[in-house]
């Protein structure tokens, strides 16, 4: 069964930038659907990026600062955080589901797999 790892969150200024990594425990992950959410204190998960085998998502919020890329040989989905700011804090996770597109991809139920996260927190 698939699983997968996030890493790459941390500590930031305002204006700075992270790459964060969804690492797939198996081959074969450029057939899921993975979708990158993130969720603040008292917030409800959220949607931030998308990437299938046909299309890219993002919130409208983060388009231009935000770029969501696949390595397949790696197995890995990063998501690019760039001109961060106090409101990006949160922890941030990824979710894969089999399936070649972004359609409902905000949709938090439609997805069978979720890491287990990890804290990006963007304070001066």
């Known amino acids: 069964q698939l699983q997968l790892v996030e890493n790459g969150g941390g500590l930031v200024q305002p204006g700075g930038s992270l790459r964060l990594s969804c690492v797939g425990s198996?081959?074969?992950?450029?057939?899921?659907?993975i979708t990158w959410f993130r969720q603040a204190p008292g917030k409800e998960r959220e949607g931030v990026s998308c990437?299938?085998?046909?299309?890219?998502k993002h919130a409208l919020a983060n388009k231009g600062r935000f770029i969501i890329t696949r390595d397949p040989g790696k197995n890995t989905v990063f998501l690019q955080l760039n001109n961060l700011e106090p409101d990006d804090t949160a922890v941030y996770y990824c979710?894969?589901?089999?399936?070649?597109?972004?359609?409902?991809?905000?949709?938090?139920?439609?997805?069978?797999?979720w890491g287990q996260g990890t804290q990006v927190t963007i304070s001066s």
């Open positions: 979710a894969a589901v089999q399936d070649s597109r972004c359609l409902s991809w905000q949709d938090v139920a439609s997805y069978a797999t």
């Open positions: 198996e081959s074969g992950l450029a057939d899921y659907r």
């Open positions: 990437i299938s085998q046909w299309e890219i």
